[in-house]
T-cell receptor, first 115, second 114 residues
Framework: NAGVTQTPKFQVLKTGQSMTLQCAQDMNHEYMSWYRQDPGMGLRLIHY???????DQGEVPNGYNVSRSTTEDFPLRLLSAAPSQTSVYFC??????????????FGPGTRLLVL | GENVEQHPSTLSVQEGDSAVIKCTYS??????FPWYKQELGKRPQLIID?????GEKKDQRIAVTLNKTAKHFSLHITETQPEDSAVYFCASPPSSGSARQLTFGSGTQLTVLP
């Protein structure tokens, strides 16, 4: 199993540009999520999904869109990049039923710099 | 929503000593408390977790204790080694909504001095 994969590893954008961060998992996990990590602020939840066709907002959703057309993929879209979105982005996934492990598996991260 | 506070933000210990990191949470109905370790430039990885129906859980040199009355849980690392140097995050889900929707603490940079 590849686990959780993310592309690209690093991206530089200009203010106003749009882009999509890709995330995929091959563990048949129902739950997927996106976090951003900024120095001194831990990991903050952007959006999450409990299954294909279902998404919801987390703590810091403004400026980001998501979709979940398949169980495997959960892309994050930046509509109009701003310097405040400079961060490291992590995708994570886990099983949903409470009878199984709640361990969240993280991808390797995407480092985004917005100029 | 859930609020998780983590202390200290930085911690330096001598190799072989113990390290303790503490987190407090706000939602008294929360029932799951994981700890993640993140090495420099790497992804966070779960190292130990505890559910609200037990007060302590151990796994070799690491342990987690939970005090539901005081709403805090702590990570204990004994006989620290240089490879324990990393950022450690506690987390907790809300009692309502998705149980996988974790709120993370701000992290503790642990440095183990040789």
């Amino acid at each position: 199993n590849a686990g959780v994969t993310q592309t690209p590893k690093f991206q530089v954008l200009k203010t106003g540009q749009s882009m999509t961060l890709q995330c995929a998992q091959d563990m048949n996990h129902e739950y997927m999520s996106w976090y951003r990590q900024d120095p001194g602020m831990g990991l903050r939840l952007i959006h999450y999904s409990v299954g294909a066709g279902i998404t919801d907002q987390g703590e810091v959703p403004n400026g980001y869109n998501v979709s979940r057309s398949t169980t495997e993929d959960f892309p994050l879209r930046l509509l109009s990049a701003a310097p405040s979105q400079t961060s490291v982005y992590f995708c994570a996934s886990t099983h949903l039923p409470s009878s199984v492990s709640q361990t969240q598996y993280f991808g390797p991260g995407t480092r985004l710099l917005v100029l | 929503g859930e609020n998780v506070e983590q202390h200290p933000s930085t911690l330096s210990v001598q190799e072989g000593d113990s390290a303790v990191i503490k987190c407090t949470y706000s939602d008294s109905a929360s029932n799951y408390f994981p700890w993640y370790k993140q090495e420099l430039g790497k992804r966070p990885q779960l190292i130990i977790d505890i559910r609200s129906n037990v007060g302590e859980k151990k796994d070799q040199r690491i342990a987690v204790t939970l005090n539901k009355t005081a709403k805090h849980f702590s990570l204990h690392i004994t006989e620290t080694q240089p490879e324990d140097s990393a950022v450690y995050f506690c987390a907790s889900p809300p009692s309502s909504g998705s149980a996988r929707q974790l709120t993370f603490g701000s992290g503790t940079q642990l440095t183990v001095l040789p």
